[in-house]
């Protein structure tokens, strides 16, 4: 059986995603490349994280979104729990506020049936009140979807390449595509700033760029703009919380927010949807109006929100959004081999699992006609625990066997240097070269409590120049130009320095 | 049977060293408890002078002064883990405390009849000030910063703006300016420093620095790294005024925005806040609202001097002293301590009247030539001013407390 090259173009929860499933076949050389210095750094870290039920979507508008969204939530259901992605399914509900949101419910639910969605069903006032205490209690009803959830979303991409790799995936960070090469209608493979990387297969995944790498196979009509969503969270012990998922119902003006407590017990609302020019791709900085219109929707959802003194983030992300919301997500005859999974927008997060599925089945399989085998000794699992939730007799055996256990270094959420350096290692050894503050916080949670990592980002950072073997000052957020410091303490006196920096 | 412990301090900076050391030399039996890998908290990274002029009557560094500490707490043996974690505090009975504690030894869970928690204070970052923006690399707390300097000897950046002017971004901003970076601004939310005046002239004024008073810092810029902040002017009710919107361009932006005392683990276990002070509320013992937990330095009240600090740790020593010896603080008939005009906070919140007890209150905003009045008890203090950067500390006599009925009230009135 001839072997096939595949080069995916992306490492967030899609491409990560779709190599994760393509790892499981026996004929195909898999590589992810990925501009950033590791998995996960793109739109798939900032976002609201929930598992939609898929009631949402129209099924004569985006047939595939409403189709791959139910799909890729029951998926979710097993691939958390194989991967170790901390999750949970609360379930939503869409709130009615006016008697008058009822009928808009009542479409959604008709949706709902329309895509096989379970459990969905209208609730009068007496019946939310039970199912969600903190539920403003003058609105009208909602439409009950028990099958969403929330996970922590940051820590998706990470672990499904970390999971890929171990299955045969080789992952280069830092691998910026330029432009692909195409021969007699055939994809050869991508130009990139490490070098010329062969392929038969491309496949796009390139989130907010993915009309850009689009182009470069010369499939050029469209274009993806960003739309950016902001948003508050609030810190663990701020109360009121809720239980389930809550949004309103959309209305012509705005689809309202959401209120959910996030996976480390903080209230989080947003987001919002600002329109952005499509050269804005990286225009990820929150506004005031944007943090005000959170704020004022928010507060129609629930009783009543915490004090905003009690807020420890807000932060904004930016949906790659494609003409009309329509994904794109398609294999092509010219150039053969090029498919596209582009201008993923919500819910995309999702809808991953269920897109690198389509891929796999409908386009390689069928469109392209190439015959796969699966993998007798595929491994589903990437083992991941954390220090604070195990029994103490465990966490016993942790410290006795390597007493950095025992240190706990980010205090808001009980992180340990146990912890960390153990994750360091698993980034080392699924091809990550720079060992970033940010990759530790996507995958542990350390630095995004209370202290926003005032107290713990210096130990944190301490740890990652012994372990990697650098001086302090250049252990990084995100790679270059993002160092921790300019240097040693004296470094502008000696009249040399700081310039490193502004290379 | 007997507890592990009689008294368990929660952290080892100048508060908690003081308080054990001081419940050693009562004949207690110790334990204390740190999470840094090293005793000393805070002072260790001040290499400033400023420290002990009360106490030793000797201007000190922040490390020679805590080093005095240090050395006494290690000479004196006693019994301590540094790289300690406190996870939980279980109230079990009123003669009965239950800790788990994560060390590198292993989880401990032990008993102690009082608790002294002294875990000093975080700082306010980015978020919690209302900055917009990007989240770009360059922004520190002015304690980050602080601890990147002079305990690990790595330079943040070059070109350094400063949010707010209490005593920690003054300090901050001398800091950066003798390392050769070029500091381009203090920035002020108020219409008067934060600091001590004596900060201001030799921390800004001696180094050229300018200080922006009335503005704020509403955004940062930069997508990578910090490119610039924007700030505003505000009026006097802390509202931006639209159109005065200035840039200035920077690497670096150091929060210096006050701190708030840490008292995660002690909230869990269920003590009662004091909204004002943001720590707990006690008696004039430091008692919480779980009797037999202590609580001084930071974590109680934000201290400008560390002279308070250690004297609230060796006062929640002699508490727990006393505490053991009754089988907890004996009842008493509690006058509370009640804020009046201009007054932020004050604690402690309750007084008996058996003792003297040292009042520290924060003013609500500068006045001069002012006293202090008690109405309730018909006592006055005159001073010739106060503002909020400086805690007034002073003492109330047993006899004058004895004189309210159920509460006094502290107030600030203007001389006639
Ligand atoms: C505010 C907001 C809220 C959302 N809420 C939800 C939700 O609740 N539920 C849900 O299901 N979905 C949600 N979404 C949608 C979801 O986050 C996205 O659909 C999903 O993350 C998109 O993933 P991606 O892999 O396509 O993009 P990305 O995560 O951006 O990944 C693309 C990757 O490609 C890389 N790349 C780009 N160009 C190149 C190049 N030339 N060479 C190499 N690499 C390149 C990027 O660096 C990036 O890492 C939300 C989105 C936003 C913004
Ligand atoms: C920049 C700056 C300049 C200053 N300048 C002066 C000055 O000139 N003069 C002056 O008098 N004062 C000054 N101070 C103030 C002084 O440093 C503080 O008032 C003092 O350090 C407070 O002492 P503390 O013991 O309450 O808290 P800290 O010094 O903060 O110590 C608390 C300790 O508790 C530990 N801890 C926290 N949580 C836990 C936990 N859960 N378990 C175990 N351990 C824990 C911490 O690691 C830390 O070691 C300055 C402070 C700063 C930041």
């Given at each position: 059986?001839?072997?096939?090259?595949?080069?995916?173009?992306?490492?967030?929860?899609?491409?990560?995603?779709?190599?994760?499933?393509?790892?499981?076949?026996?004929?195909?050389?898999?590589?992810?490349?990925?501009?950033?210095?590791?998995?996960?750094?793109?739109?798939?870290?900032?976002?609201?994280?929930?598992?939609?039920?898929?009631?949402?979507?129209?099924?004569?508008?985006?047939?595939?979104?409403?189709?791959?969204?139910?799909?890729?939530?029951?998926?979710?259901?097993?691939?958390?729990?194989?991967?170790?992605?901390?999750?949970?399914?609360?379930?939503?509900?869409?709130?009615?506020?006016?008697?008058?949101?009822?009928?808009?419910?009542?479409?959604?639910?008709?949706?709902?049936?329309?895509?096989?969605?379970?459990?969905?069903?209208?609730?009068?006032?007496?019946?939310?009140?039970?199912?969600?205490?903190?539920?403003?209690?003058?609105?009208?009803?909602?439409?009950?979807?028990?099958?969403?959830?929330?996970?922590?979303?940051?820590?998706?991409?990470?672990?499904?390449?970390?999971?890929?790799?171990?299955?045969?995936?080789?992952?280069?960070?830092?691998?910026?595509?330029?432009?692909?090469?195409?021969?007699?209608?055939?994809?050869?493979?991508?130009?990139?700033?490490?070098?010329?990387?062969?392929?038969?297969?491309?496949?796009?995944?390139?989130?907010?760029?993915?009309?850009?790498?689009?182009?470069?196979?010369?499939?050029?009509?469209?274009?993806?703009?960003p739309r950016k969503g902001e948003?508050?969270?609030?810190?663990?012990?701020?109360?009121?919380?809720?239980?389930?998922?809550?949004?309103?119902?959309?209305?012509?003006?705005?689809?309202?927010?959401?209120?959910?407590?996030?996976?480390?017990?903080?209230?989080?609302?947003?987001p919002t949807a600002e329109d952005l020019?499509?050269?804005a791709?990286?225009d990820?900085?929150?506004t005031?109006e944007g943090?005000?219109f959170?704020?004022?929707?928010?507060?129609?959802?629930?009783?009543?929100?915490?004090?905003?003194?009690?807020?420890?983030?807000?932060?904004a992300?930016l949906?790659?959004?494609?003409?009309?919301?329509?994904?794109?997500?398609?294999?092509?005859?010219?150039?053969?081999?090029?498919?596209?999974?582009?201008?993923?927008?919500?819910?995309?997060?999702?809808?991953?699992?269920?897109?690198?599925?389509?891929?796999?089945?409908?386009?390689?399989?069928?469109?392209?006609?190439?015959?796969?085998?699966?993998?007798?000794?595929?491994?589903?699992?990437?083992?991941?625990?954390?220090?604070?939730?195990?029994?103490?007799?465990?966490?016993?055996?942790?410290?006795?066997?390597?007493?950095?256990?025992?240190?706990?270094?980010?205090?808001?959420?009980?992180?340990?240097?146990?912890?960390?350096?153990?994750?360091?290692?698993?980034?080392?050894?699924?091809?990550?070269?720079?060992?970033?503050?940010?990759?530790?916080?996507?995958?542990?949670?350390?630095?995004?409590?209370?202290?926003?990592?005032?107290?713990?980002?210096?130990?944190?950072?301490?740890?990652?120049?012994?372990?990697?073997?650098?001086?302090?000052?250049?252990?990084?957020?995100?790679?270059?130009?993002?160092?921790?410091?300019?240097?040693?303490?004296?470094?502008?006196?000696?009249?040399?320095?700081?310039?490193?920096?502004?290379? | 049977?007997?507890?592990?412990?009689?008294?368990?301090?929660?952290?080892?900076?100048?508060?908690?060293?003081?308080?054990?050391?001081?419940?050693?030399?009562?004949?207690?039996?110790?334990?204390?408890?740190?999470?840094?890998?090293?005793?000393?908290?805070?002072?260790?990274?001040?290499?400033?002078?400023?420290?002990?002029?009360?106490?030793?009557?000797?201007?000190?560094?922040?490390?020679?002064?805590?080093?005095?500490?240090?050395?006494?707490?290690?000479?004196?043996?006693?019994?301590?883990?540094?790289?300690?974690?406190?996870?939980?505090?279980?109230?079990?009975?009123?003669?009965?405390?239950?800790?788990?504690?994560?060390?590198?030894?292993?989880?401990?869970?032990?008993?102690?009849?009082?608790?002294?928690?002294?875990?000093?204070?975080?700082?306010?970052?980015?978020?919690?000030?209302?900055?917009?923006?990007?989240?770009?690399?360059?922004?520190?707390?002015?304690?980050?910063?602080?601890?990147?300097?002079?305990?690990?000897?790595?330079?943040?950046?070059?070109?350094?703006?400063?949010?707010?002017?209490?005593?920690?971004?003054?300090?901050?901003?001398?800091?950066?300016?003798?390392?050769?970076?070029?500091?381009?601004?203090?920035?002020?939310?108020?219409?008067?420093?934060?600091?001590?005046?004596?900060?201001?002239?030799?921390?800004?004024?001696?180094?050229?620095?300018?200080?922006?008073?009335?503005?704020?810092?509403?955004?940062?810029?930069?997508?990578?790294?910090?490119?610039?902040?924007?700030?505003?002017?505000?009026?006097?009710?802390?509202?931006?005024?639209?159109?005065?919107?200035?840039?200035?361009?920077?690497?670096?932006?150091?929060?210096?925005?006050?701190?708030?005392?840490?008292?995660?683990?002690?909230?869990?276990?269920?003590?009662?806040?004091?909204?004002?002070?943001?720590?707990?509320?006690?008696?004039?013992?430091?008692?919480?609202?779980?009797?037999?937990?202590?609580?001084?330095?930071?974590?109680?009240?934000?201290?400008?001097?560390?002279?308070?600090?250690?004297?609230?740790?060796?006062?929640?020593?002699?508490?727990?002293?006393?505490?053991?010896?009754?089988?907890?603080?004996?009842?008493?008939?509690?006058?509370?301590?009640?804020?009046?005009?201009?007054?932020?906070?004050?604690?402690?919140?309750?007084?008996?009247?058996?003792?003297?007890?040292?009042?520290?209150?924060?003013?609500?905003?500068?006045?001069?030539?002012?006293?202090?009045?008690?109405?309730?008890?018909?006592?006055?203090?005159?001073?010739?001013?106060?503002?909020?950067?400086?805690?007034?500390?002073?003492?109330?006599?047993?006899?004058?407390?004895?004189?309210?009925?159920?509460?006094?009230?502290?107030?600030?009135?203007?001389?006639?």
């Amino acid at each position: 059986m001839e072997r096939k090259k595949v080069v995916v173009i992306g490492a967030g929860v899609v491409g990560a995603s779709i190599v994760r499933v393509l790892s499981q076949y026996n004929e195909l050389d898999v590589y992810l490349l990925e501009k950033n210095v590791d998995a996960g750094m793109g739109v798939s870290k900032a976002n609201t994280a929930i598992i939609h039920p898929g009631h949402e979507d129209d099924p004569k508008k985006c047939p595939l979104r409403a189709k791959l969204c139910v799909r890729g939530n029951r998926l979710w259901h097993q691939w958390v729990k194989e991967l170790g992605i901390p999750a949970k399914f609360p379930g939503e509900l869409m709130i009615a506020i006016e008697e008058d949101d009822l009928k808009v419910a009542e479409h959604y639910l008709e949706l709902a049936q329309k895509n096989g969605v379970p459990g969905v069903r209208l609730v009068d006032n007496e019946e939310l009140r039970k199912l969600e205490p903190n539920v403003n209690p003058n609105v009208a009803g909602a439409l009950w979807a028990p099958t969403a959830g929330v996970m922590d979303s940051p820590m998706a991409a990470p672990a499904l390449v970390e999971n890929a790799v171990a299955n045969g995936v080789r992952f280069f960070p830092e691998t910026e595509v330029q432009g692909i090469k195409i021969e007699n209608g055939e994809v050869k493979g991508v130009k990139t700033n490490k070098g010329f990387i062969e392929a038969d297969i491309i496949i796009n995944a390139a989130g907010l760029y993915s009309d850009k790498i689009s182009k470069m196979a010369g499939i050029d009509y469209f274009t993806v703009h960003p739309r950016k969503g902001e948003y508050y969270v609030f810190d663990d012990d701020a109360t009121p919380k809720v239980t389930r998922i809550l949004h309103q119902t959309p209305t012509p003006v705005t689809k309202g927010v959401y209120v959910i407590t996030e996976m480390h017990d903080g209230l989080m609302i947003g987001p919002t949807a600002e329109d952005l020019p499509e050269d804005a791709k990286e225009d990820t900085s929150t506004t005031k109006e944007g943090l005000d219109f959170v704020w004022e929707w928010a507060q129609k959802l629930v009783k009543e929100l915490p004090p905003k003194n009690k807020v420890i983030r807000t932060f904004a992300g930016l949906r790659p959004e494609p003409p009309d919301g329509r994904w794109i997500i398609e294999a092509y005859d010219d150039p053969w081999g090029f498919i596209n999974a582009a201008g993923i927008r919500s819910p995309g997060f999702t809808s991953a699992p269920a897109i690198a599925y389509y891929i796999v089945e409908e386009l390689i399989q069928k469109k392209l006609d190439i015959k796969l085998t699966k993998k007798s000794h595929w491994n589903p699992y990437r083992r991941a625990y954390w220090f604070k939730d195990l029994p103490p007799e465990k966490q016993n055996e942790l410290i006795k066997q390597d007493p950095a256990y025992g240190n706990v270094v980010c205090m808001c959420r009980e992180i340990t240097e146990g912890e960390i350096v153990n994750v360091i290692t698993r980034m080392k050894s699924m091809g990550v070269k720079i060992i970033t503050l940010d990759g530790i916080k996507m995958r542990t949670g350390a630095m995004a409590g209370t202290c926003q990592g005032s107290y713990c980002r210096i130990r944190i950072a301490r740890i990652i120049a012994r372990e990697t073997g650098i001086p302090l000052w250049e252990v990084s957020f995100r790679g270059k130009g993002t160092e921790y410091g300019i240097g040693d303490v004296k470094v502008l006196l000696r009249g040399n320095g700081g310039d490193k920096n502004a290379e | 049977m007997q507890n592990d412990y009689d008294v368990v301090v929660i952290g080892g900076g100048p508060a908690g060293l003081a308080a054990a050391i001081r419940a050693r030399e009562l004949g207690l039996r110790v334990l204390l408890l740190e999470n840094r890998e090293t005793l000393g908290g805070i002072p260790l990274q001040c290499i400033h002078p400023g420290f002990g002029l009360h106490y030793f009557k000797e201007d000190l560094t922040g490390t020679e002064f805590i080093y005095r500490f240090i050395y006494k707490f290690l000479d004196m043996e006693i019994e301590h883990y540094t790289g300690a974690h406190v996870v939980s505090i279980e109230p079990f009975s009123d003669l009965e405390k239950r800790l788990r504690v994560v060390t590198s030894k292993g989880v401990l869970d032990i008993t102690t009849t009082t608790v002294i928690y002294t875990t000093g204070a975080r700082e306010r970052h980015l978020f919690e000030i209302g900055i917009t923006g990007h989240r770009p690399a360059g922004v520190y707390t002015a304690g980050e910063a602080q601890t990147m300097m002079d305990i690990d000897g790595i330079m943040p950046g070059k070109e350094i703006v400063i949010v707010g002017s209490g005593d920690v971004g003054l300090i901050m901003a001398r800091r950066f300016a003798l390392e050769g970076a070029h500091v381009k601004a203090v920035i002020e939310i108020m219409s008067y420093p934060g600091g001590l005046t004596r900060n201001v002239v030799q921390c800004l004024q001696d180094f050229g620095i300018p200080l922006y008073l009335s503005h704020a810092v509403t955004r940062i810029e930069g997508t990578t790294k910090v490119e610039k902040v924007i700030l505003t002017k505000v009026d006097e009710n802390l509202r931006p005024v639209p159109g005065t919107e200035k840039e200035i361009e920077c690497d670096t932006v150091v929060i210096a925005a006050g701190l708030v005392p840490y008292l995660k683990v002690l909230e869990r276990a269920g003590v009662i806040i004091d909204p004002a002070t943001k720590g707990p509320v006690v008696n004039e013992h430091l008692e919480t609202s779980i009797p037999g937990i202590f609580v001084a330095g930071n974590a109680l009240v934000i201290n400008d001097l560390v002279d308070y600090v250690v004297e609230q740790g060796e006062l929640a020593a002699e508490s727990a002293y006393l505490y053991i010896q009754n089988k907890g603080i004996p009842t008493k008939k509690w006058r509370k301590l009640v804020k009046g005009r201009n007054i932020r906070l004050i604690v402690p919140h309750y007084l008996s009247g058996d003792n003297d007890v040292i009042i520290y209150a924060r003013v609500q905003k500068p006045e001069e030539n002012v006293k202090l009045h008690f109405p309730e008890i018909n006592k006055e203090i005159k001073l010739p001013f106060v503002k909020p950067a400086e805690m007034i500390r002073i003492k109330l006599r047993k006899e004058d407390i004895t004189k309210a009925k159920d509460k006094i009230t502290m107030e600030v009135v203007l001389n006639e």
